[in-house]
T-cell receptor, first 117, second 114 residues
């Protein structure tokens, strides 16, 4: 069975600080996909990144970066120089490479990030 | 058009009412989803439609009845709900029902059952 753990329930930082959100996953499949979504107070989940299990390259997009390490089953998300607009709940999610029609994503419980001015 | 729209944004209903939630996308996506999200919790999958056919029902009570009239539209019919059904209901779509695709979410409907 697949499982996603986001151990940090809430993180509070001051603007311009760097912050890392942790995500640890469990799966028996060799093919799987990891996602990060952002949910601002408005409620809509916004897709940030997808990573497949065969691609361990880290990724940087502006102030966002992701560190995928299969050896530790982790897919951590770092925001550099945080801004107030980064305040949101961030969800890590996992889906296994099952047959089409059997896909059910598993979400972590989310990390609430609060960035103070 | 790269968005998923949901109406209404807010809904208050009594336990004897019948109401419907509506979701629409015009991205040509063939998979659509309903999620329920309680406060400070992750979204919980309720239903998946793939090519307008119901492919997954996560043991949702029959007081929730989904409908997919066409590939762009997804409805959720509500009848005889309970106060514990109060939550944010999110609709999402993806190009196909596969583990590879990211999902595009609507802003949700905040439902309160009195």
């Amino acid at each position: 069975a697949q499982k996603v753990t986001q151990a940090q329930t809430e993180i509070s930082v001051v603007e311009k600080e760097d912050v890392t959100l942790d995500c640890v996953y469990e799966t028996r499949d060799t093919t799987y996909y990891l996602f990060w979504y952002k949910q601002p107070p408005s409620g809509e989940l916004v897709f940030l990144i997808r990573r497949n299990s065969f691609d361990e390259q880290n990724e940087i997009s502006g102030r966002y970066s992701w560190n995928f390490q299969k050896s530790t089953s982790s897919f951590n998300f770092t925001i550099t120089a945080s801004q107030v607009v980064d305040s949101a709940v961030y969800f890590c999610a996992l889906s296994e490479g099952g047959a089409r029609g059997s896909y059910i994503p598993t979400f972590g419980r989310g990390t609430s990030l609060i960035v103070h001015p | 058009d790269t968005e998923v729209t949901q109406t209404p944004k807010h809904l208050v209903m009594g336990m004897t009412n019948k109401k419907s939630l509506k979701c629409e996308q015009h991205m040509g996506h063939r998979a659509m989803y309903w999620y329920k999200q309680k406060a400070k919790k992750p979204p919980e999958l309720m239903f998946v439609y793939s090519y307008e056919k119901l492919s997954i029902n996560e043991s949702v009570p029959s007081r929730f009845s989904p409908e997919c009239p066409n590939s762009s539209l997804l409805n959720l019919h509500l009848h005889a709900l309970q106060p514990e059904d109060s939550a944010l209901y999110l609709c999402a779509s993806s190009p196909e029902d596969s583990s590879y695709n990211e999902q595009f979410f609507g802003p949700g409907t905040r439902l309160t059952v009195l």
